[in-house]
């Protein structure tokens, strides 16, 4: 019984020692490649960056009078949105015709 536990030991013992090893290996292999790839590429040099200039904060709109019915509402916000382009001409028309209908 001794032998087979000592075979089996051995055993384990060689299949760690192999990993071992090759783990190492790859180890020294990317080091290898790595220090290669960084002797063969120059570095870029670095190039001075011009400053930004720095933004103006944009002025708040004015404010609209508080419109005192919904249908006012409604068509102050629909008139913003065709000036700012988000609704066309048509489309304002059919709008306001139904607010107003």
Avoid: C, Y
Avoid at 5 to 12: I, L, N, P, S, W
Avoid at 41 to 55: C, I, M, N, R, S
Avoid at 69 to 81: E, R, V
Wanted: zero cysteines; aromatic letters at 2%; a positive charge.
């Amino acid at each position: 019984m001794s032998l087979i536990r000592t075979a089996g030991r051995a055993a384990v013992a060689s299949s760690v020692h192999g990993r071992v090893q090759r783990r190492q290996q790859d180890r020294w292999a990317a080091q290898a490649a790595s220090q290669q790839a960084a002797h063969a590429a120059p570095q870029p040099v670095a190039q001075p960056v011009a400053p930004q200039p720095v933004a103006q904060p944009v002025p708040a709109p004015a404010a609209q009078p508080v419109a005192a019915d919904p249908k006012s509402q409604l068509m102050n916000a629909l008139t913003s949105l065709r000036s700012a382009g988000v609704v066309t001409d048509t489309e304002f028309a059919e709008i306001s015709s139904r607010i107003f209908s």
